[in-house]
């Protein structure tokens, strides 16, 4: 049976039921911006639900998290899909777990939707129940370059792929190179760093003697940090790129003076920097809530949950006691269309976040490290404009 509490009558004198919304997170320091965005925006979104005086039913929130690794995160999902009162997840939040996860939560009819992850593999293995929400990662590549052509830094780029950070950073790498040289007509000078070498700073300096004016870095964090000193050691001062995912770590700590300046292009937005009356309540919500703004990859993770709840909503019997179908609410996601405080969520063929051309420009945000800290600096679209202007 689904489970009730002991609140307070829904006006009939029948408790109100409760369902239950898991989030699947991932513990270690190096996921824990993603880890506290998810849980909080999930809470977040509850709590709205549950001081709704005219709720037909109540909302809890069920996090569980993986290790990092495959096994743990199907253990994760195989839990939260036993728990029959478990109606929607929100994650996983990374991607090992996304990939293990999805197999799970699609054999069990789960919807659950990642705001975190961007790789696309999971589609095959869960057609039905996997979605995404996040941009995916090799687009992010990609707009880097309009990010330089946009504010008029065209110059000779070199692109540092450091292999240790993975598939992701070496396929963004890739793309910018294509980008640079056959999109933008710029010369581009790459150079690749094998995994498990030193061979970074050398190829660092192999760069500046290249005479590039341009630099972006693609690998891991303490490389990128590696990166950034020997460049400020050189007195580079040209525009600097690092990989997406690298918004909201601790590289503007790490790196100190080295880091002032970096650039990272992003669709996760600083909700705090947005002067809509959405944003504005969200960001106010946030701090009442947990005592703090929201910070790095919140609105997005706050945007899924919303939007999941909504077409779970829909999928609500009227009359009470029968459980909603689970497959109801991945049918219903497959069509739907959510406007967020930053861009507007729908669904490709394969799940995956789909945009236009004028969406990506409106919902892929330039930050850079500022005063030991990252700064967004606007919108593609805002960078554009004034540019023009």
């Known amino acids: 049976m689904l489970a009730s509490r002991d609140d307070e009558p829904d006006g009939s004198g029948t408790k109100r039921l409760v369902y239950t ?4 997170s991932t513990s270690g320091a190096g996921t824990a911006p993603f880890d506290q965005a998810c849980e909080r925006a999930a809470r977040l979104a509850v709590a709205e639900h549950n001081a709704d005086p005219g709720r037909a039913y109540d909302l809890a929130v069920r996090v569980a998290r993986d290790r990092g690794d495959a096994g743990s995160a199907r253990e994760v999902a195989r839990s939260l899909t036993a728990d029959r009162d478990v109606v929607a997840v929100l994650g996983p939040v990374t991607e090992i777990a996304m990939r293990t ?10 919807t659950h939707v990642s705001s975190t992850t961007g790789q696309q593999d999971f589609f095959l293995t869960s057609p039905k129940s996997s979605f995404q929400s996040g941009a995916p990662h090799s687009a992010l590549g990609t707009w880097i370059a309009l990010h330089a052509l946009v504010t008029k830094r065209l110059g000779r780029i070199g692109v540092l792929i450091d292999r240790s950070g993975g598939t ?26 094998a995994e498990e070498t030193d061979d970074a700073p050398a190829a660092v300096r192999s760069l500046l003697a290249a005479g590039v004016e341009a630099f972006a870095y693609f690998g891991p964090p ?15 001062d040209g525009p600097r790129w690092m990989q997406h995912q690298l918004y909201g770590s601790a590289f503007p700590q790490r790196a100190g003076a080295a880091g002032e300046g970096w650039y990272v292009v992003t669709a996760a937005v600083d909700a705090e920097a947005l002067r809509t009356e959405r944003a504005k309540a ?8 947990h005592g703090s703004a929201p910070g790095p990859y919140a609105a997005e993770a706050y945007d899924t949950v919303r939007m999941l709840l909504s077409e779970f909503a829909r999928t609500v019997p009227a009359r009470g006691g029968r459980r909603p179908a689970r497959a109801a609410l991945g049918a219903r996601m497959a069509k739907a269309t959510y406007t967020g405080l930053s861009r507007t969520y729908a669904f490709g063929d394969f799940h995956e976040y789909k945009s236009d051309n004028q969406g990506w420009l409106a919902s892929t945000f330039v ?22 202007t």
């Open 282 to 289: 969200f960001t106010k919500a946030r701090r009442d809530l």
């Open 367 to 388: 930050h850079q490290v500022h005063d030991g800290r990252f700064v967004q600096r606007g919108s593609l679209g805002d960078l554009r404009r004034a540019t023009e």
């Open 168 to 193: 992701t950073v070496q396929d963004q790498g890739t793309l910018l190179i294509r980008q640079w040289r056959d999109t933008l007509g710029a010369e581009a000078v790459p150079r690749v760093v």
């Open 101 to 110: 996860a999805a197999n799970v939560y699609g054999e069990a009819g789960l």
């Open 21 to 24: 919304l898991g989030v699947h």
């Open 222 to 236: 303490d490389a990128t940090v590696r990166a950034a000193r020997e460049l400020a050691t050189a007195g580079f």
